[in-house]
């Protein structure tokens, strides 16, 4: 099998997450989590239909993440 062919087999598809799914996971309502993304402090949404947007799950897992470290360096 080719290797660019096998890379691409095992890589984990990605996920769209509807805004629900992203309050549910991080916490916040819709009004901080839209107000966060235009400060640049929150990932921003991806347009999947003429009035329909989601989030990459990596990239709110990411946020997440780093949201961990954060507190993490500030208790140290």
Same mark, same amino acid.
């Given at each position: 099998?080719?290797?660019?062919?096998?890379?691409?087999?095992? =890589?984990?598809?990605?996920?769209?997450?509807?805004?629900?799914?992203?309050? *549910?996971?991080? @916490?916040?309502?819709?009004? +901080?989590?839209?107000? =966060?993304?235009?400060? @640049?402090?929150?990932?921003?949404?991806?347009?999947? @239909?003429?009035?329909?947007?989601?989030?990459?799950?990596?990239? $709110?897992?990411?946020? +997440? *993440?780093?949201? $961990?470290? +954060?507190?993490?360096?500030?208790?140290?």
């Amino acid at each position: 099998m080719p290797s660019n062919l096998k890379s691409a087999t095992t =890589r984990r598809p990605r996920r769209f997450l509807r805004l629900p799914e992203v309050m *549910e996971r991080v @916490g916040l309502k819709h009004t +901080q989590i839209y107000d =966060r993304m235009s400060e @640049g402090k929150f990932p921003r949404s991806v347009r999947v @239909g003429d009035r329909a947007v989601a989030w990459v799950e990596d990239e $709110i897992d990411a946020y +997440q *993440e780093a949201c $961990i470290a +954060q507190r993490d360096s500030a208790a140290n």
